[in-house]
């Protein structure tokens, strides 16, 4: 069942929706409403290109635990050449723009002004963070930016203007969580690249035991 959302801030349980992770539609993009929504692994998705708000909750969840990221052996080779530095926060709004171009160009233009607007007031706020890559003339090659609550990551979109680019990135996010107390990267959709880093399939109910920690 898909729900119609009003102006409450509420959200129907996730167990409710639909076998895709499709929960509700409408709804605005406050901070208030973002952090009610992760807290319970809800996220927003512009859906080709109509102009309202999806929201999903997959019960099946795809996840990547920082202790168990796969470093290939060719990573491992590139990371070793100390050709490109990685920070966090340094180019937010950079990264979030080069997110929306390389949407453009693969699935359509669902990370649009809303978004970015939306996304940016979370950063201003504390709550949502940038791990940008960058080359050694300084040039951002690669990034990836997502929500953080507690010691829990949320994805939400990656670039990368090299070869990598977008993989140094998400290493150097697990590494960085490992070493801070983080516990797990939420993907949201499985993808073969996510796949081959070590994300993993774990249950709704474990993915909230998580979140409530």
Sequence with gaps: ??????????????????????????????VDRLIMAYSYGIFPWYAFRQGEIHWYCPLDRFVIF?????????????????????????????????????????????????????YTELYRQGFAYSVEVEDEDGRLVGGLYGVNLGRCFFGESMF???PSGSKIALIWLA???????GTLIDCQFETPHLK???G??????EYLDYLRR
């Design 1 to 30: 069942m898909v729900f119609e959302l009003d102006d409450s801030l509420t959200f129907p349980s996730p167990v409710l929706g639909e076998p895709d992770g499709l929960l509700a539609v409408g709804g605005d993009l406050s």
């Design 66 to 118: 920082p202790s168990e990221i796969h470093v290939s052996h060719s990573m491992r080779t590139l990371l070793r050449k100390n050709m490109y530095t990685c920070s966090v926060n340094k180019r937010f709004e950079e990264v979030i723009q080069a997110c929306s171009e390389q949407r453009i160009e693969e699935e359509g233009a669902w990370l649009g002004p809303d978004m970015i607007e939306a």
């Design 160 to 162: 990368s203007r090299v």
């Design 175 to 181: 590494r960085w969580m490992e070493a801070h107390g």
């Design 196 to 198: 081959s880093m070590g």
């Design 200 to 205: 993993r399939h774990i249950s709704y109910k």
